[in-house]
């Protein structure tokens, strides 16, 4: 069929249905703008991330208090506890010092004062907890047998409440090796790390025997006094060495110990 | 008896010995700054005091009381300066005075505080009490004890039943009055030189410091020699067991000395050619 034979309004015709029927009727544009809404109208998946971001942004101004509220809180706190504690510090201080002046001197109100007496304020003492334990080894450091018993008595106690620091104390006695401490302070220190369990303190015994033990008589003494006290004798040596023995056994641990 | 037995009895005598010599006073064991670590050998001198309140208006005590001072600081002052002629040291031997320390009894003296007092180096601790019975104003039956703690001894021999280390002494001993009167019985206190003695030897030999030890030991064997019985059977027991411990000491001394390699001191020329013991 010659298209230039036909009708040409007849063959527009035809040649426009056979074109549309090759590609289709055209869908009316009210079709198409109804589906583009309803696309839009519809609601659309969103990933996880999405969903993250969106619930972000809308807690961001209550995270935001709280770590604000957080953060205050945690240094309001600190800083109160430090302002607490060197509050508690200074009132210890106010108020153990009367009961030190009693034990330095050994009086109260110019009345000497007994051994009871004296023991009753190491124990009142000791109930400043860990801030006690240098002022009672001051006592035993000076000596007297009336001030040192009190001082004992006051460590034993300050052990119950607070252990850890009464053999710490202990433990930085024993270690000392500047002439610090008497030998009769460190043969107290012994006796009350036994007494007291301070295994923790085991280190400080290990070390303590060598210094007792290396060397013949002359040679032992020299270092102990040079090391510890001038004034140590041999028989300081052996009350020491015994002191050592009795504490080790206490503490169950004379068998782990090495002995040179 | 045998030797357990003689224990038994000398530990149940000396409880009752002690505690009807010491008065019903309340023990003033005080502080003293002058018991403090140091290098040189110390006697101790406690408080002089009255049993009782009333007496110390009693005008025959209070002589004694001074008359006891005098003696005591005397003798202990001679016997410092024969240590330092035995020494050849400045202070090595120093008196110490205890203001308003009175030991109870030998009770006080734990092994703790008697290891204590022989770490300080107090050979000797002396305490005096005065006493009397008080009737209608009147004081009579006066009477003096004086207490001694040797502390080397209480504490190297410490629970020896018959070597308690303290001993407390009423004089006049026979409990008359002596032929000076009662002031005049505390002119002459051997048994202090004794102690003191006794107390020095003891602890230097345990330093090891062998020819002052066997000095003071042999001065003490001998003094003790010359302290008066006691006024009773327990008392002259304990004064011959304390005897015999030093005559051992002694010769444990000069065989400890003779034995050890370091010493190069006089004991070997001594007993070179003889036996100590």
Not at chain 2, 239 to 261: D, H
Request: aromatic share 6%; net charge neutral.
């Amino acid at each position: 069929l010659d298209p230039a034979h036909l009708d040409p309004t007849a063959a527009l015709d035809e040649r426009l249905t056979r074109l549309e029927e090759k590609v289709g009727k055209p869908v009316p544009i009210e079709e198409r703008l109804a589906a583009l809404e309803a696309a839009v109208s519809r609601p659309k998946g969103k990933n996880a991330w999405e969903k993250a971001q969106i619930i972000l942004q809308a807690l961001a101004p209550v995270l935001a208090g709280v770590v604000v509220a957080v953060a205050g809180y945690l240094l309001t706190g600190r800083i109160t506890n430090a302002l607490g504690q060197r509050q508690l510090e200074l009132g210890n201080i106010t108020q153990m010092r009367d009961i030190l002046v009693r034990l330095e001197t050994g009086k109260a109100d110019g009345k000497d004062l007994v051994q009871e007496e004296m023991n009753a304020n190491a124990t009142a003492l000791a109930a400043f907890g860990s801030y006690a334990a240098p002022s009672l080894i001051e006592l035993l450091r000076q000596g007297g047998d009336v001030k040192v018993r009190a001082a004992e008595t006051g460590l034993e106690s300050l052990a119950l409440s607070d252990p850890a620091a009464a053999c710490a104390q202990l433990g930085r006695v024993l270690a000392n090796r500047t002439q610090a401490f008497p030998w009769q302070a460190h043969l107290h220190v012994l006796r009350l790390a036994g007494t007291l369990a301070c295994r923790d303190q085991l280190g400080a015994l290990r070390a303590y025997r060598a210094l007792l033990t290396t060397g013949d008589d002359r040679t032992r003494l020299n270092a102990y006094k040079a090391a510890i006290d001038p004034a140590a004798e041999l028989d300081s040596l052996e009350q020491l060495a015994a002191e050592l023995d009795r504490a080790e056994k206490l503490l169950g641990k004379e068998a782990n110990i090495e002995r040179p | 008896l045998s030797g357990r037995e003689r224990g038994v009895r000398l530990a149940a005598g000396a409880c009752c010995w002690l505690a009807m010599a010491t008065p019903a006073a309340r023990a003033q064991l005080v502080d003293c700054a002058a018991i403090r670590y140091a290098s040189s050998y110390k006697i101790v001198i406690d408080d002089l005091f009255f049993a009782k309140p009333a007496l110390d208006a009693d005008a025959d005590l209070k002589l004694v009381m001074d008359r006891l001072r005098f003696t005591v600081n005397n003798q202990l002052t001679a016997l410092a300066l024969q240590m330092r002629d035995a020494t050849h040291q400045s202070t090595p031997l120093s008196l110490v005075s205890c203001p308003g320390r009175h030991p109870l009894d030998a009770s006080e003296f734990d092994r703790d505080r008697a290891q204590d007092l022989t770490d300080s180096k107090v050979v000797l601790e002396v305490w005096g009490t005065l006493d009397g019975s008080v009737r209608d104003g009147k004081v009579d039956a006066r009477e003096a004890r004086v207490g001694y703690a040797v502390m080397p001894l209480r504490f190297y021999e410490f629970g020896a039943v018959d070597l308690p280390g303290v001993y407390v002494l009423r004089y006049p001993r026979s409990g008359g009055a002596p032929a000076g009167g009662f002031t005049g019985l505390l002119e002459q206190l051997p048994e202090l030189d004794a102690y003191a003695a006794l107390g020095v030897g003891l602890k230097a030999a345990k330093a090891k410091d062998f020819d002052l030890a066997v000095q003071f030991l042999k001065r003490a064997e001998a003094l003790l020699g010359s302290v008066p019985k006691g006024a009773s059977a327990l008392d002259a027991a304990l004064q011959q067991a304390l005897a015999k411990y030093v005559q051992k000491k002694t010769c444990e001394t000069i065989e400890a000395a003779l034995a050890y390699p370091a010493y190069q001191g006089g004991l070997r020329l001594v007993y070179a050619t003889r036996k100590p013991c």
